[in-house]
């Protein structure tokens, strides 16, 4: 979110009020006033304190990947936001990644879901959770975006900011993303001592071409550019950041609202631009694929960005997770 400050400052109201309604939400379920629903099968949270991308769905992939590596039975709880029919842009893109070697359960109501899963599965990943507290956890994974450092943020609607930054003392786990983008990932670390905390970075993986198969392509398949970029994400700067820290070279780029789903008039409009800037293919990312199904390009190629996290310390982080879970059993 990037509002004028006239703006910020007009809605700074609300955003005290929603602060306090955030707290007295929280502090319900911590004197038992409101009760988490648990399920039958571990559950591990990944999630944020802000709205827009911070490496969720990149998150819980790896998690699945991991898991199901090791012969697990994974299912994937989301909410499926902005999507329609049990699905959504980042289920769909979930869906072929892990295809069909993972379950999943869409929908408001998480628990209710898992419970039609959980004789199913080994463990659940629950997408986007940490706010959802209506629904027991055994590990609480938080995420936060290295780049957009949190003290400088407001709460919604005037800011980025779901909850206070003091939400933070729920997580057992945090990760800070982007950490390849920002010099003061190292020292950020240092100061979150008091929590198991680890760093991520986004890695490239290759590229497949729409309308192609699944084909994954060598960034020598592609061509030299120059490329036109152009996204419907969360953070749309990270992933230009992203294309430039792999020296791909971007002419032009351009943004739209997260879980844009493009029809025809938007392919030929930037199928003009890139005309006139001279491109010679277009960059996406794959959430972005999965909302192309409206719109053809003939003109020019697009290539979906292929990515991973690359996690520091992968066996600690893991045998981090491990002992929460092995903790909350016991307790059990």
């Not at 609607?157 to 983008?181: F, H, K, N």
């Amino acid at each position: 979110m990037n509002l004028p400050a006239w703006l910020r400052l007009l809605l700074w109201p609300l955003s005290v009020l929603y602060g306090d309604l955030a707290r007295l939400r929280v502090w319900l379920y911590e004197k038992g006033y409101l009760r988490p629903k648990r399920l039958n099968r571990p559950v591990i949270s990944v999630g944020n304190l802000t709205v827009g991308g911070t490496g969720k769905t990149p998150m819980v992939l790896w998690l699945a990947e991991k898991f199901l590596a090791e012969g697990k039975r994974v299912a994937i709880l989301s909410r499926g936001y902005k999507g329609a029919s049990g699905t959504s842009d980042e289920i769909e893109l979930m869906k072929f990644r892990l295809q069909q070697r993972a379950l999943f359960g869409v929908g408001p109501d998480r628990y209710a879901q898992g419970k039609q899963l959980e004789a199913s599965v080994d463990l659940f990943l629950l997408d986007d959770g940490f706010q959802h507290l209506q629904l027991a956890r055994d590990v609480n994974i938080l995420l936060l975006d290295a780049s957009q450092p949190l003290g400088r943020q407001l709460l919604l609607p005037a800011g980025p900011l779901r909850e206070p930054v003091s939400a933070m003392q729920r997580a057992d786990i945090l990760v800070l993303t982007r950490s390849q983008t920002s010099p003061q990932a190292a020292s950020a670390i240092a100061k979150l001592q008091s929590y198991p905390v680890f760093s991520a970075a986004t890695r490239l993986l290759g590229f497949r071409r729409l309308g192609s198969g699944n084909q994954a392509l060598r960034i020598e398949e592609i061509g030299a550019g120059p490329f036109y970029a152009f996204c419907g994400i969360g953070n749309p700067p990270a992933f230009l950041q992203d294309l430039k820290n792999w020296n791909l070279p971007v002419s032009v780029s351009s943004e739209f609202p997260d879980h844009h789903r493009y029809d025809q008039r938007d392919a030929d409009e930037l199928q003009a631009a890139a005309r006139a800037a001279g491109a010679k293919a277009f960059l996406t990312t794959e959430k972005d694929a999965q909302n192309l199904t409206g719109a053809t390009f003939n003109e020019f190629p697009v290539f979906a960005v292929i990515i991973d996290l690359e996690i520091s310390q992968p066996d600690a982080f893991l045998a981090a997770i491990r002992s929460h879970l092995e903790a909350r059993s016991a307790a059990a």
